[in-house]
């Protein structure tokens, strides 16, 4: 696990479950995110059902300190299914 410090105001390219392995417990302030849709846009490998586990979530919900604010962006149709998931996961809608 690295220390906070070596993340701070950088901007982190990586599969988001292993980037988040590596965050300390309540660490972050803030989660901004526009995860993939599943729609299957122009066929592409990235363009997956990723957002609807909870597990993805429950980590985000791990990293975050308490009270944090989590602001994900949502396909206009498969938004239901993102909501669903992340409250799952214990986030409060």
């Keep these: 696990m690295k220390p906070i410090e070596e993340l ?25 995110t526009d995860p993939p849709y599943f729609l299957g846009f122009m066929g592409k490998e990235w363009d997956n059902d990723i957002a609807f ?16 604010t989590l602001l994900c962006f949502g396909g206009t149709r498969t938004w239901h299914r993102l909501a669903c998931a992340i409250e799952d996961a214990g986030w409060i809608i």
């Excluded at 105001?9 to 803030?30: A, F, L, Y």
């Excluded at 909870?54 to 009270?67: F, N, Q, S």
């Design 8 to 32: 701070k105001n950088k901007i982190i390219q990586g599969d988001c479950m292993e980037v988040m392995r590596e965050m300390p417990d309540n660490s972050i302030d803030t989660v901004i």
């Design 53 to 68: 586990n909870p597990k993805v979530w429950k980590e985000a919900l791990r990293v975050a300190k308490p009270g944090a």
